[in-house]
Nanobody, 115 residues
């Protein structure tokens, strides 16, 4: 069974940076379309950034210019570099892997931006 595991969350001050990682345990990682979502308390889960198997990327308007998604196919890992963090970025961040109609989710990692 495919496992998706996020790491790298934590508490950071406004203006700070964090890098999230997401490791996928099985499957042909190079074929996966990978994405980061986030969900703040009382809100729906929204797409933050996506990177396709052929390295195309797209971002939510709210994070463009501040967040960067990347992947390391040799390590079966996708990253989310988050800079210039704002309190509104506070949420649980989830990693998603998609391949051939199947969708796999991690359990999430908490990011809190606060002074």
């Amino acid at each position: 069974q495919v496992q998706v595991v996020e790491s790298g969350g934590g508490l950071v001050q406004p203006g700070g940076s964090l890098r999230l990682s997401c490791a996928v345990s099985r499957g042909i990682f190079i074929a996966y379309h990978m994405a980061w979502y986030r969900q703040a308390p009382g809100k729906q889960r929204d797409l933050v950034a996506r990177i396709s198997s052929d390295w195309r990327t797209n971002y939510a308007d709210s994070v463009k210019g501040r967040f960067t998604i990347s992947r390391d196919n040799a390590k079966n890992t996708v990253y989310l570099q988050m800079n210039s963090l704002k309190p509104d970025d506070t949420a649980v961040y989830y990693c998603n892997a998609q391949f051939s109609g199947q969708s796999y989710w991690g359990r999430g990692t908490q990011v809190t931006v606060s002074s």
